[in-house]
């Protein structure tokens, strides 16, 4: 097995992003269309929810970017996948259904929902599935908060590597509105996404959106293939529920319900000599069957109430379930005998409260408490593998099989105070403490023999206390100082076993001590805004996930026992100068692996390597790691956009805008092997749109990656994975 058989780690959490998210916006407001990412009117402010209540970006001792709706719109970003390509330091590897989401060169390298992540995705204030179920579509966003750094005082759950805020759309009791978009491109992409809001009386209103897409495959495929060669079928639909029956009490009920249907995830051999010299990333060859569906529902209750002194008091419940499903060739060739199929369900409850202070007066303060109840099942059916003959262990072709469940429970208790010590110096403390269980119930065994090959009845339990100090000096109204050091920690957990290695070890936590210093300041009147920082972390038991050195086939998670050093700068800004508007963003990073040692598994070897003590040897093949770059971590990302709304009349606007990427080459993999396509090359995509908005109206023509650049987005195993290709189409939208 490879990714189904991927279970045990700590559950991740939830976090309450509230009533207040960052700059409310129609997706499809043609209005909206003139204003760059992440830039306000001198009268407005971008705010964050980092620390639970709405506070100025530009007040806030943390390093953000904030993107509203209107603004994915205008990038041209639909999902995750290409958000990465609008803020600095942020990676995402898309390795089919799976995306490894990477901050700063911190997360995860290797997808699964078992494998912790060290950046959280949040939807609504719930965590998300880590790993899997990232394909959701954006439609009817209010804000995306990228979060760069640990999150950890204001969190139910860690983050070493730093968090992803997703609030979609609310309810309003002012107005019956909504909008509507169509949507035609290459590869025959036809797309609709739509919302209404509806005030049901003057207490009740009613929200619902929906978005359905529809695209032909990118690749071209030889073979004796079968299934769904990569044509997308998506269709996704969301019902919100508003109750305010005064001013001081608010309900909102969400339910999101998505079923993405991928197809196949099509990959070539990473390896060159195992492929045809020229190959084309989009012209491939396989021999198994391809499919890849994901299927799951979300609902999410948000309570709160405000009492008359200003203290609030909120209550946020989840529900999620979801389905994997996925078919794969896992060497992308059609030779071999190298199958694997995939069926995982996840379900997930999460309770979290706070009780919050009023953010006037000298002294404010927060504190919060967390459970969440995680389970995976691998049903009878749910996965397996198909090999050729693994000598000396089978020497026939086997079928693998793999059924079991993961529990996992997360309880934390978390809050900070902050204290005024003058109109210019504030100091904030914080702290939460935090205990992660994680238990494998799993038995796998060969479909070829009579008996259960491995039986596996595993449990982990850790506890963690982490805590947050940071000084904030407001020079003037236009400059803002912050320093602060924090810690965070990426829970430990159960690697589970395969036919090769009888007795699996657990890793430990990985833990974070982080420290940072950031100058935020308004320009010309503030029609201009800057953010620069600097950060230095150190990692204790960084959490690698290597190639098994047994076989090819499997993936462990190991424990860095020397320090892990990261650090590194970013700059961004962002301006409104009349018709004309930009954003700019670029980070530059270093890290440093501590010392470790393993076996390259493509390369012949023999004799011990130990993880700690190695010893390093050229002729066992045990090779010392430590030094090198950590996997997907870029030196350098730079993203810049431009804009200028050309007015044609009195309500008619014609908007160019140009937006360009670049992210430097990096390593798939610790073992930096050029020769077996560990090093990714950089990208450089480009982004343009041509946007004709008069009243409610606005047509828009749009392409992405215009200089068709063909690049490797990750290594999934022993495939290499293509990015997006060029697309291009025309957008039609109203709003009413």
Same mark, same amino acid.
Request: positive net charge; hydrophobic residues 35%; proline residues 5%.
């Given at each position: 097995?490879?990714?189904?058989?991927?279970?045990?780690?700590s559950a991740i959490a939830l976090i309450g992003a509230g009533a207040a998210c960052a700059q409310t916006g129609q997706a499809a407001d043609a209005a909206a269309s003139a204003r760059p990412a992440g830039a306000m009117s001198p009268a407005g402010e971008i705010v964050v929810t980092a620390e639970r209540r709405a506070t100025s970006l530009q007040r806030t001792s943390v390093a953000a970017t904030v993107l509203t709706g209107a603004d994915l719109v205008k990038k041209g970003v639909n999902t995750i996948d290409q958000l990465q390509f609008a803020t600095p330091s942020l990676t995402v590897n898309n390795t089919g259904q799976g995306n490894a989401v990477n901050i700063r060169?911190?997360?995860?390298?290797?997808?699964?929902?078992?494998?912790?992540? *060290?950046?959280?995705?949040?939807?609504?204030?719930?965590?998300?599935?880590? *790993?899997?179920?990232?394909?959701?579509?954006?439609?009817?966003?209010?804000?995306?908060?990228?979060?760069?750094?640990?999150?950890?005082?204001?969190?139910?759950? %860690?983050a070493t590597g730093g968090a992803i805020f997703i609030t979609e759309v609310n309810p309003t009791l002012d107005k019956a509105g909504g909008y509507a978009t169509a949507q035609y491109g290459n590869y025959n992409d036809m797309k609709f996404e739509g919302a209404l809001n509806l005030p049901v009386s003057d207490t009740l209103a009613l929200r619902v959106a929906t978005s359905d897409e529809r695209r032909d495959t990118f690749y071209h495929i030889t073979g004796p293939w079968t299934g769904n060669p990569g044509n997308l079928r998506s269709y996704s639909g969301r019902v919100s529920l508003l109750w305010q029956p005064t001013s001081q009490l608010r309900v909102l009920i969400k339910g999101d319900y998505s079923n993405v249907n991928q197809g196949g995830y099509p990959g070539d051999p990473a390896n060159p000599a195992q492929r045809p010299a020229g190959t084309d990333l989009f012209?491939?060859?396989? %021999?198994?069957?391809?499919?890849?569906?994901?299927?799951?529902?979300?609902?999410?209750?948000?309570?709160? =109430?405000t009492t008359d002194g200003g203290v609030v008091f909120r209550s946020i419940s989840g529900f999620q379930k979801g389905t994997v499903q996925e078919n794969i060739d896992n060497d992308g060739t059609s030779t071999d005998i190298l199958a694997f199929k995939d069926k995982i369900s996840e379900r997930i409850w999460s309770q979290e409260v706070n009780i919050i202070s009023p953010s006037s007066g000298r002294f404010t303060w927060l504190l919060g408490g967390y459970y969440?109840?995680?389970?995976?099942?691998?049903?009878?059916?749910?996965?397996?593998?198909?090999?050729?003959?693994?000598?000396?262990?089978?020497?026939?072709?086997?079928?693998?099989?793999?059924?079991?469940? %993961?529990?996992?429970?997360?309880?934390?208790?978390?809050?900070?105070?902050? =204290?005024?010590?003058?109109?210019?110096?504030q100091v904030t403390l914080g702290g939460r403490w935090s205990r992660n269980t994680s238990r494998n119930?799993?038995?796998?065994?060969?479909?070829?023999?009579?008996?259960?090959?491995?039986?596996?009845?595993d449990f982990t339990a850790k506890n963690k206390v982490n805590g947050k100090v940071a000084l904030n000096w407001t020079l003037d109204r236009n400059n803002f100082l912050y320093a602060f050091a924090a810690t965070g920690s990426k829970a430990g957990g159960l690697n589970t076993s395969n036919f090769y290695?009888?007795?699996?070890?657990?890793?430990?936590?990985?833990?974070?001590?982080? =420290?940072?210093?950031?100058?935020?300041?308004?320009?010309?009147?503030?029609?201009?805004?800057?953010?620069?920082?600097?950060?230095?972390?150190?990692?204790? %038991?960084?959490?690698?996930?290597?190639?098994?050195?047994?076989?090819?086939?499997?993936?462990?998670?190991?424990?860095?026992?020397?320090?892990?050093?990261?650090?590194?700068?970013?700059?961004?800004?962002?301006g409104s100068l009349g018709h004309f508007g930009f954003d700019f963003a670029t980070s530059w990073s270093h890290?440093?692996?501590?010392?470790?040692?393993?076996?390259?598994?493509?390369?012949?070897?023999?004799?011990?390597?130990?993880v700690a003590s190695g010893p390093a040897n050229p002729a066992t093949g045990c090779l010392d790691l430590g030094g090198r770059q950590a996997s997907y971590a870029p030196k350098f990302t730079l993203s810049a956009g431009a804009q200028y709304a050309i007015p044609l009349g009195e309500r008619m606007t014609l908007t160019p805008r140009v937006d360009f990427s670049h992210t430097a080459g990096t390593w798939a993999t610790l073992f930096e092997n050029a020769a077996f396509g560990d090093h990714l090359q950089a990208r450089n995509l480009m982004n343009a749109q041509l946007t004709l908005a008069t009243g409610p109206w606005s047509i828009a023509g749009f392409g992405s990656n215009l200089t068709n650049q063909h690049y490797v987005a990750a290594i999934n195993g022993l495939r290499r994975m293509a990015g997006l290709p060029r697309q291009y189409g025309i957008r039609v939208s109203r709003s009413f």
């Amino acid at each position: 097995m490879k990714a189904a058989i991927r279970l045990g780690v700590s559950a991740i959490a939830l976090i309450g992003a509230g009533a207040a998210c960052a700059q409310t916006g129609q997706a499809a407001d043609a209005a909206a269309s003139a204003r760059p990412a992440g830039a306000m009117s001198p009268a407005g402010e971008i705010v964050v929810t980092a620390e639970r209540r709405a506070t100025s970006l530009q007040r806030t001792s943390v390093a953000a970017t904030v993107l509203t709706g209107a603004d994915l719109v205008k990038k041209g970003v639909n999902t995750i996948d290409q958000l990465q390509f609008a803020t600095p330091s942020l990676t995402v590897n898309n390795t089919g259904q799976g995306n490894a989401v990477n901050i700063r060169g911190i997360g995860q390298t290797e997808r699964g929902s078992a494998f912790q992540s *060290g950046v959280v995705t949040y939807r609504d204030g719930v965590a998300t599935f880590p *790993g899997y179920f990232q394909s959701e579509p954006y439609y009817d966003i209010a804000s995306v908060e990228v979060l760069r750094g640990p999150q950890g005082t204001f969190a139910g759950g %860690n983050a070493t590597g730093g968090a992803i805020f997703i609030t979609e759309v609310n309810p309003t009791l002012d107005k019956a509105g909504g909008y509507a978009t169509a949507q035609y491109g290459n590869y025959n992409d036809m797309k609709f996404e739509g919302a209404l809001n509806l005030p049901v009386s003057d207490t009740l209103a009613l929200r619902v959106a929906t978005s359905d897409e529809r695209r032909d495959t990118f690749y071209h495929i030889t073979g004796p293939w079968t299934g769904n060669p990569g044509n997308l079928r998506s269709y996704s639909g969301r019902v919100s529920l508003l109750w305010q029956p005064t001013s001081q009490l608010r309900v909102l009920i969400k339910g999101d319900y998505s079923n993405v249907n991928q197809g196949g995830y099509p990959g070539d051999p990473a390896n060159p000599a195992q492929r045809p010299a020229g190959t084309d990333l989009f012209h491939i060859t396989s %021999n198994a069957y391809l499919a890849g569906r994901d299927e799951f529902g979300r609902i999410v209750a948000n309570i709160s =109430y405000t009492t008359d002194g200003g203290v609030v008091f909120r209550s946020i419940s989840g529900f999620q379930k979801g389905t994997v499903q996925e078919n794969i060739d896992n060497d992308g060739t059609s030779t071999d005998i190298l199958a694997f199929k995939d069926k995982i369900s996840e379900r997930i409850w999460s309770q979290e409260v706070n009780i919050i202070s009023p953010s006037s007066g000298r002294f404010t303060w927060l504190l919060g408490g967390y459970y969440q109840a995680d389970k995976i099942t691998i049903p009878a059916d749910g996965g397996y593998d198909s090999y050729g003959p693994l000598p000396p262990l089978v020497p026939f072709p086997v079928d693998t099989l793999i059924v079991g469940t %993961n529990p996992k429970t997360a309880l934390a208790a978390f809050g900070q105070v902050g =204290y005024q010590l003058s109109s210019a110096l504030q100091v904030t403390l914080g702290g939460r403490w935090s205990r992660n269980t994680s238990r494998n119930d799993v038995h796998s065994f060969l479909q070829q023999a009579p008996s259960v090959f491995l039986d596996q009845h595993d449990f982990t339990a850790k506890n963690k206390v982490n805590g947050k100090v940071a000084l904030n000096w407001t020079l003037d109204r236009n400059n803002f100082l912050y320093a602060f050091a924090a810690t965070g920690s990426k829970a430990g957990g159960l690697n589970t076993s395969n036919f090769y290695k009888i007795t699996p070890k657990p890793f430990r936590a990985e833990d974070v001590t982080d =420290y940072e210093i950031g100058w935020k300041a308004t320009w010309l009147e503030g029609h201009v805004r800057t953010q620069l920082g600097g950060y230095y972390n150190r990692y204790k %038991n960084f959490q690698i996930t290597i190639i098994d050195p047994t076989t090819t086939l499997f993936n462990s998670i190991v424990n860095v026992t020397k320090p892990t050093k990261i650090y590194g700068a970013e700059f961004s800004a962002q301006g409104s100068l009349g018709h004309f508007g930009f954003d700019f963003a670029t980070s530059w990073s270093h890290t440093k692996v501590g010392r470790f040692y393993a076996f390259d598994p493509r390369v012949a070897h023999g004799g011990g390597c130990d993880v700690a003590s190695g010893p390093a040897n050229p002729a066992t093949g045990c090779l010392d790691l430590g030094g090198r770059q950590a996997s997907y971590a870029p030196k350098f990302t730079l993203s810049a956009g431009a804009q200028y709304a050309i007015p044609l009349g009195e309500r008619m606007t014609l908007t160019p805008r140009v937006d360009f990427s670049h992210t430097a080459g990096t390593w798939a993999t610790l073992f930096e092997n050029a020769a077996f396509g560990d090093h990714l090359q950089a990208r450089n995509l480009m982004n343009a749109q041509l946007t004709l908005a008069t009243g409610p109206w606005s047509i828009a023509g749009f392409g992405s990656n215009l200089t068709n650049q063909h690049y490797v987005a990750a290594i999934n195993g022993l495939r290499r994975m293509a990015g997006l290709p060029r697309q291009y189409g025309i957008r039609v939208s109203r709003s009413f």
